[in-house]
């Protein structure tokens, strides 16, 4: 990789392409992985919810921390610190729906050390990547996730059947582990000499990881320690960030919400089994794949021929995300078909992935020199709302079973796929009003 013709840059976007991608392998292997153990337990719907959102308590714990650790440590260390982590846990623990405390536990350690990587990754693209290519690189970047999650409910399936579910957790691993060898081997920190217009073009040094303290020179020939603050208040008043925020709870929201639960909806809802359902159930995530680099690059392409401003790309984008996707989320339960289902689905979270290129971009176009801290603010209301969505959709379904005996009809599902479609309408619409594409934060 030494003799590569392109720009260290773009190698170290495509490492963060690779490291999405596992870590979305992990988390719809888990979900394919316990609902088979956990339906041959005897789990009822409730408590796999239960189960299943284990995770995001974690994940949320470590959003904030992550961006501080990213910006004080460096992106590149904690990156890699965090994949070692739930590699390991992962190895170490069996999956035994009856082993509850042991399952819940290791769950929460997964959640923690992933918690550190969205963070670390936003401030590692703002050191590296400058603002002309951001969109299309962090579209990149996070369509590892889709991408990962595709090539879970494709393969996966089939090693549960043939090699039970212990075998995702050892894969899920070993992936872990190659990634961390290549990271390790390949990334680095961007080398001064390389931006020598960084404060200007808004990336590189100005952006390397704020120490706590830097001395400052003086007219008479000494220095004075000056000690940089992360500005949390302003942060937490700002209102283009709270847009941010809105958007990134819904659009994990119906994310996690469709990730825990088709499983179980192609299932018992529409009595499939994953695996004759062949390669049409990774449909859905394989549409966020290709529509979050359409998105990333419609967006750059907009902004560069200054078609539009940042600002209303960003917000153009978003909104016809959003609204289609809210749109395929409330007529899902409609369709009753295999393939009415995956169209349905598809186009929900294809949309969602497009409407990427207005939130998830937007943290480096307003506070590029925290990305990291605003992304983990971010993140953390994404992760609340992994907790709120799947407990209660577990608890919903249970609901629902009682009411109509089983999960087969329509009406069982109806508010599921309700609620996230009518976030989408509000968030788009806090989207419009709140957010900007100028620098807020210098």
Known sequence: MSDLKFPK??????????????????????SIAYTVAADAAGVNQSSKGTILSTFYYGYACSQVPGGWAAQKIGGRKVLLLSFVLWSSTCFLVPLDPNRVVILVVARLLVGVAQGFIFPSIHTVLA?????????????????GMYLGAAMGMLLLPTLVKYKGPQSVFLTEAALGVLWSLLWFKYASDPPRSEHPKAAAAGFGESLLPIKVSQKIKVENGG????????????????????????????????????????????????????????SS????????????????????????????SVTRTRKFLNTIGFFIASLALMAL????????????????????????????????D????????????????????????????????????????????PES??????????????????????????RVFD
Not at 130 to 143: A, D, F, G, K, W
Not at 333 to 361: E, Y
Request: hydrophobic share 50%; with cysteine.
């Open 9 to 30: 840059r773009y190698l170290i976007v495509i490492l963060t392409f690779i490291s999405t991608c596992v870590c979305y392998i992990e988390r719809v292997g888990f």
């Open 127 to 143: 050191q590296w990547v400058p603002p002309h290519e951001r969109s299309r690189s962090v579209s990149l970047t996070t369509s």
């Open 223 to 278: 220095s004075t320690i000056k000690t940089a603050k992360i500005p949390w208040k302003r942060i937490l008043v700002n209102l283009p960030i709270w847009a941010i925020v809105v958007n990134n709870f819904t659009f994990h929201y119906a994310l996690y919400v469709l990730m825990n639960w088709l499983p179980t909806y192609f299932e018992q809802g529409l009595q499939l089994s994953l695996q004759e359902m062949g």
């Open 281 to 308: 159930k990774m449909m859905p995530y394989l549409n966020m794949f290709v529509f979050s680099n359409i998105g990333g690059i419609v967006a750059d392409h907009l902004i560069t021929k200054r078609i539009l």
């Open 333 to 364: 339960p409609i369709f009753r078909t295999s393939n009415g289902a995956v169209f349905c689905s598809s186009v929900a979270l294809g949309f969602l992935a497009l409407g990427r290129a207005g939130f998830a971009v937007n943290h480096m």
């Open 366 to 409: 307003i506070a590029p020199r925290y990305a990291g801290i605003v992304m983990g603010v971010s993140n953390t209301a994404g992760t609340l709302a992994g907790i709120v969505g799947v407990d209660l959709t577990g608890r919903l379904l249970e609901a629902s079973k009682i009411s109509y005996s089983d999960l087969s009809s």
């Open 413 to 438: 599902w109806r508010t599921v796929f309700v609620i996230p479609g009518l976030l989408c309408i509000f968030s788009s619409f806090m989207f419009l009003l709140f957010s900007t594409g100028e």
